[in-house]
């Protein structure tokens, strides 16, 4: 079985700050990767993921993450933080052998002050 | 509908009453999943459909808890004598099913936040 920890339930930052969401997991078996995002009042979505190949990961809106497999580990990055990114995001991992089910964090709630 | 819904949205109840949570999928969407999130923690897996069949409900916690989706399209959890811990939101998703596919993104309806009095 795998699990994921988020060590940061909540990260308050400034606008145009530099911020670094921190996730592990640990899994007996090779794995596939997410990011998802849930903005006040609305579903989850999914903001990147890693499946094979580049360890980079980068979505359409700035963040980026990094596949650590020594370190397993998964952190999501992003240079310089808008107020509209102000939401909670959750880290996830499932089993490549049975790839629906997601194990998600606990979530970290992101803050962007003005 | 353009997206996953679920209804209701919020559902107060009784302890002991049973309750009855409805999703609708993403039109043409043969997959659907179930999870469960307590406050203050991620969504748990509970249960997994492809079309009506019924794939993986390993996560559902015990024989009160069951879901069907008959016709493989809208799917209800069905929730038997609920106890105050059974208060959650509780989440739907669904996704394409592309044989040999590595991964197909589960989309997430906005769901149900039920309280158990």
């Known amino acids: 079985a795998q699990s994921v920890t988020q060590l940061d339930s909540q990260v308050p930052v400034f606008e145009e700050a530099p911020v670094e969401l921190r996730c592990n997991y640990s899994?007996?078996?090779?794995?596939?990767l997410f990011w998802y995002v849930q903005y006040p009042n609305q579903g989850l979505q999914l903001l990147l993921k890693?499946?094979?190949?580049?360890?980079l990961v980068e979505s359409i809106n700035g963040f980026e993450a990094e596949f650590n497999k020594s370190q397993t580990s998964f952190h999501l990055r992003k240079p310089s933080v808008h107020i509209s990114d102000t939401a909670e995001y959750f880290c996830?991992?499932?089993?490549?052998?049975?790839?629906?089910?997601?194990?998600f964090g606990k979530g970290t709630l992101l803050t962007v002050n003005p | 509908g353009a997206g996953v819904s679920q209804s209701p949205r919020y559902k107060v109840t009784k302890r002991g009453q049973d309750v009855a949570l409805r999703c609708d999928p993403i039109?043409?969407?043969?997959?659907l999943y179930w999870y469960r999130q307590a406050l203050g923690q991620g969504p748990e897996f509970l249960t997994y459909?492809?079309?009506?069949?019924?794939?993986?409900k390993s996560g559902l916690p015990n024989d009160r808890f069951s879901a069907e989706r008959p016709e493989g399209s809208i799917s209800t959890l069905t929730i038997q004598r609920t106890e105050q811990r059974d208060s959650a939101m509780y989440r739907c998703?669904?996704?394409?099913?592309?044989?040999?596919?590595?991964?197909?993104?589960?989309?997430f309806g906005p769901g149900t936040r039920l309280t158990v009095l």
């Open positions: 899994s007996s078996v090779s794995v596939y």
């Open positions: 459909f492809n079309y009506e069949a019924q794939q993986d």
């Open positions: 890693y499946l094979s190949g580049s360890t």
């Open positions: 998703a669904s996704s394409l099913l592309r044989v040999g596919s590595q991964f197909n993104e589960q989309f």
């Open positions: 996830a991992v499932s089993e490549r052998s049975s790839n629906y089910k997601l194990t």
């Open positions: 039109s043409g969407h043969v997959s």
